[in-house]
């Protein structure tokens, strides 16, 4: 019972919003400074941008049923903002949890970074949008999954940016079938992902 109060706090728990560079750009590039009046698709993506967030995923006590168990370990996915600490994140985190019988162990420590906007690989991408849909707007976002881009920042200082253009499959789509047992791209896809990087490289080059 005492884990299933834990977790029902964890559900009801609102981390403290932080409005970083890239969600300001974005939300301004959809004309609102509120994320709930954005349509359901726009709103998914803006959220993780404004707060961390964190997600029982496994949960293990007794291994016999007729036993009440001393102990339960409940594992969570947390992930940070770019710039937020450890140490922030866990004294709102216990906030939230109140006093209790509990104990929190950080099993990992990899946060999130970023890179500036407005670098010369910004133009280099800004250019190649404006070439293929010229009505379409480059828009900044900080993404809620993990990539070696942190690494790459980590040990070289190197800006860089998850982007990678696509047009033949619906976004939201796209977004569903990540890590799943098909996942795929286009053909079309990957044609236009090619032109990017090539574009990219020649523009950079030159």
């Known amino acids: 019972m005492r884990a299933a109060r834990l977790i029902e706090r964890l559900a009801e728990y609102r981390p403290k919003t932080r409005v970083r560079p890239e969600a300001e750009a974005f939300l301004d590039l959809v004309g609102t400074s509120e994320p709930a009046e954005l349509e359901p698709a726009l709103r998914a993506i803006v959220?993780?941008?404004?707060?961390?967030?964190?997600?029982?995923?496994?949960?293990?006590?007794?291994?016999?049923?007729?036993?009440?168990?001393?102990?339960?370990?409940?594992?969570?996915?947390?992930?940070?903002?770019?710039?937020?600490?450890?140490?922030?994140?866990?004294?709102?985190?216990?906030?939230?949890?109140?006093?209790?019988?509990?104990?929190?162990?950080?099993?990992?420590?990899?946060?999130?970074?970023?890179?500036?906007?407005?670098?010369?690989?910004?133009?280099?991408?800004?250019?190649?949008?404006?070439?293929?849909?010229?009505?379409?707007?480059?828009a900044p976002f900080v993404l809620a999954g993990f990539t070696d881009s942190h690494f790459m920042r980590e040990a070289f200082g190197t800006v860089c940016y998850g982007f990678f253009p696509m047009r033949a499959m619906d976004c939201e789509v796209a977004a569903a079938l990540i890590h799943s047992a098909d996942e795929r791209i286009p053909v079309d896809d990957l044609e236009l992902g090619t032109r990017f990087l090539m574009h990219v490289a020649r523009t950079l080059g030159e």
């Not at 140490?87 to 985190?93: L, P, T």
């Not at 250019?127 to 849909?133: D, H, I, M, P, Y």
């Open 47 to 138: 959220e993780p941008m404004l707060s961390h967030s964190i997600s029982p995923t496994m949960i293990e006590a007794s291994k016999q049923r007729n036993v009440i168990p001393a102990l339960c370990d409940v594992v969570c996915d947390c992930r940070l903002l770019p710039g937020e600490t450890q140490e922030e994140a866990e004294a709102e985190i216990r906030a939230a949890l109140g006093e209790d019988s509990y104990e929190l162990i950080w099993l990992e420590g990899v946060g999130g970074t970023a890179s500036p906007l407005g670098t010369p690989l910004w133009s280099a991408i800004e250019s190649f949008v404006k070439a293929e849909e010229p009505e379409a707007v480059l």
